[in-house]
């Protein structure tokens, strides 16, 4: 199924939050994700006051998830993504779900969930500093903490928590990893510590700007043998390039 219904509602969504507009940003949930959350027109007033605008970005960070059944003639579909967003100068995360068709349920038809992340709370869930509580998937959750204590930089569109370290050259480090079969224990020895891990195997260096933007190392290694895979150059919304791999590509 095409994703614009999808599109639509959350353009409808995220535009009403710019516009302290709750009636219409409440519009876009389904009959039965209202009735499911009886705290819903609170949290969304707070969401209000805590959003500012204008809209700048909105790009998917998570894998979409189109879950489609369909059986004697009858056809439901889920959609569901986590959304990069920034507005008026600031970075949040939203898992955005949203029912666009179900034959068996009218009720369910509309925007089923929504867990909006200030950028502190969704690095530190990240970080695993929290974790989130399980809950039905109906309705509406904001989450502004806990507080990250140290700098975050927003790497490929991941929140990390950074530690000041030195900036690499990127020919010192692809004269190492050249040599092939690298233990990532003897990156670090060369190198230093990283800057920031990802969920364990994932680790970021600073590298020199590129026209004006900063750039990032990011270091891909087996989480078996502790050897890195893949390197390659980042800036804060996307991945540039490859500059080295252990297979010899030149792709991600």
């Keep these: 199924m095409s994703g614009e219904a999808y599109d639509m509602a959350m353009d409808k969504f995220l535009t009403a939050l710019e516009n302290g507009d709750a009636a219409t940003a409440r ?12 705290q819903l027109d609170e949290t969304l007033e707070e969401l209000i006051a805590l959003y500012s605008g ?15 059944e369909m059986s004697y003639g009858k056809y439901r579909v889920v959609q569901d993504t ?29 925007v089923t969930c929504v867990r909006f992340y200030t950028m502190d709370a969704f690095c530190s869930l990240q970080a695993e500093l929290w974790e989130r509580e399980e809950d039905d998937d109906l309705g509406l ?31 010192e480090v692809v004269a190492f990893l050249e040599g092939g079969d690298v233990a990532y224990d003897d990156f670090v020895a060369r190198f230093g510590p990283p800057a920031a ?20 190392l990011k270091l891909a ?15 804060d919304l996307e991945w540039i390039e490859t500059i ?9």
């Design 27 to 38: 519009s876009v949930f389904s009959p039965e994700a209202l009735a499911a959350d009886p």
């Design 82 to 110: 986590t959304r990069f967003l920034r507005a008026g100068g600031t970075a949040y995360w939203c898992d955005f779900v949203m029912t666009p068709a179900d034959d068996w349920n009218s009720d369910a038809v509309g």
């Design 141 to 171: 959750s904001l989450y502004t903490g806990p507080e990250v204590d140290g700098e975050i930089r927003i790497v490929e569109m991941k929140p990390l928590i950074w530690n000041e370290t030195a900036t690499l050259d990127t020919g």
């Design 221 to 235: 290694i087996n989480e078996a043998t502790h050897k890195i895979e893949v390197a390659s150059m980042e800036d």
């Design 244 to 252: 080295w791999s252990v297979s010899g590509d030149d792709e991600r």
């Design 197 to 216: 891990i990802w969920h364990g195997w994932i680790a970021y260096y600073a590298l020199p700007s590129g026209e004006s933007q900063p750039r990032y």
């Design 54 to 68: 204008p809209l700048e970005i909105n790009e998917r960070f998570g894998v979409g998830i189109d879950d489609a």
